[in-house]
C-alpha cells in the first residue's frame, strides 16, 4: 500500500513536472501570457506540496492502523493461548448473557462445542441444579449481570450435561468492564469438583 501510495506521487511529480515545462516554454513564446503562465506554475507547485504533506499525514495514520490492528490481532492470539490452557472451564458472555468464548475444559465440561454455543443463552448451555433436590440453581451469568459483582453458586450445585452427564461443581461470575466501568460481559470460572466431593462422602461414610 505505502509502495502504490509512492508511485502514484512519482506520477503526479512527473505530470506537475511536465506542465511547468510546458508553461515555461509559452512565457517564452509568447511573452504576453508570461504572468499567467507565472502563476499557474506556482499554483501546480503548491498544490504538489499540499498533496505531498497530505500523502505524509495519510502514511502516518495508515502506518498507526496497522500497527494497532496486529497489536489487537497478538492480543487475541495470547488471550486464546491462555484460555486454552486453563485447567478450570472458562466461559466468556456478552451484556445479554450469550455466550463468546469458550476454553478446551468448558467444551468437555458442557458437552457443548464453542461453535454450538456461541450466541446460546448461558442458561441453556449451563443446566444448574441443586444436587438434593434437582431444583434448578439461579443462573451466575444473570446474577453477575443483574449485582454487578462477583457471585458464586450454592454448594452442593450439579451441572447437568444434556441429561446424560452430571457434575459436582463450584463456580465463580465476574461482570466485565469496559473503560468507561459499564458491565460489557461475564467470565464464567467452572470447577469440576466431582471427585473431590465423592472422597468427601466416601469419608464420612467410613467415619458414620
Same mark, same amino acid.
Given at each position: 500500500?505505502?509502495?502504490?501510495?509512492?508511485?502514484?506521487?512519482?506520477?503526479?511529480?512527473?505530470?506537475?513536472?511536465?506542465?511547468? $515545462?510546458?508553461?515555461?516554454?509559452?512565457?517564452?513564446?509568447?511573452?504576453?501570457?508570461?504572468?499567467?503562465?507565472?502563476?499557474? &506554475?506556482?499554483?501546480?507547485?503548491?498544490?504538489?506540496?499540499?498533496?505531498?504533506? $497530505?500523502?505524509?499525514?495519510?502514511?502516518?495514520? $495508515?502506518?498507526?492502523?496497522?500497527?494497532?490492528?496486529?497489536?489487537?490481532?497478538?492480543?487475541? +492470539?495470547?488471550?486464546?493461548?491462555?484460555?486454552?490452557?486453563?485447567?478450570?472451564?472458562?466461559?466468556?458472555?456478552?451484556? +445479554?448473557?450469550?455466550?463468546?468464548?469458550?476454553?478446551?475444559?468448558?467444551?468437555?465440561?458442557?458437552?457443548?462445542?464453542?461453535?454450538?454455543?456461541?450466541?446460546?443463552?448461558?442458561?441453556?448451555?449451563?443446566?444448574?441444579?441443586?444436587?438434593?433436590?434437582?431444583?434448578?440453581?439461579?443462573?451466575?451469568?444473570?446474577?453477575?449481570?443483574?449485582?454487578?459483582?462477583?457471585?458464586?453458586?450454592?454448594?452442593?450445585?450439579?451441572?447437568?450435561?444434556?441429561?446424560?452427564?452430571?457434575?459436582?461443581?463450584?463456580?465463580? &461470575?465476574?461482570?466485565?468492564?469496559?473503560?468507561?466501568?459499564?458491565?460489557?460481559?461475564?467470565?464464567?470460572?467452572?470447577?469440576?469438583?466431582?471427585?473431590?466431593?465423592?472422597? +468427601?462422602?466416601?469419608?464420612?461414610?467410613? +467415619?458414620?
Amino acid at each position: 500500500m505505502r509502495k502504490d501510495r509512492r508511485t502514484s506521487m512519482r506520477q503526479l511529480l512527473l505530470r506537475v513536472s511536465g506542465l511547468c $515545462f510546458v508553461l515555461l516554454i509559452t512565457a517564452l513564446l509568447w511573452p504576453g501570457v508570461a504572468p499567467l503562465a507565472g502563476a499557474l &506554475a506556482v499554483l501546480l507547485l503548491f498544490a504538489v506540496l499540499l498533496q505531498a504533506r $497530505f500523502e505524509r499525514r495519510l502514511g502516518d495514520r $495508515f502506518a498507526a492502523l496497522e500497527s494497532t490492528q496486529e497489536k489487537l490481532r497478538s492480543s487475541e +492470539e495470547n488471550l486464546a493461548i491462555t484460555l486454552h490452557s486453563i485447567g478450570d472451564a472458562v466461559i466468556a458472555t456478552d451484556a +445479554e448473557a450469550r455466550i463468546t468464548r469458550m476454553n478446551a475444559a468448558a467444551e468437555r465440561l458442557t458437552g457443548w462445542s464453542l461453535a454450538e454455543a456461541s450466541g446460546q443463552p448461558s442458561s441453556r448451555v449451563l443446566h444448574i441444579v441443586d444436587v438434593d433436590t434437582g431444583q434448578p440453581q439461579p443462573d451466575p451469568v444473570q446474577a453477575a449481570l443483574r449485582r454487578g459483582a462477583i457471585v458464586s453458586l450454592p454448594a452442593r450445585s450439579e451441572l447437568r450435561v444434556r441429561d446424560v452427564t452430571a457434575y459436582c461443581i463450584a463456580d465463580s &461470575a465476574a461482570p466485565i468492564r469496559n473503560a468507561a466501568g459499564a458491565v460489557v460481559g461475564v467470565v464464567l470460572v467452572i470447577s469440576d469438583i466431582t471427585e473431590q466431593v465423592r472422597i +468427601e462422602s466416601a469419608l464420612n461414610a467410613a +467415619e458414620a
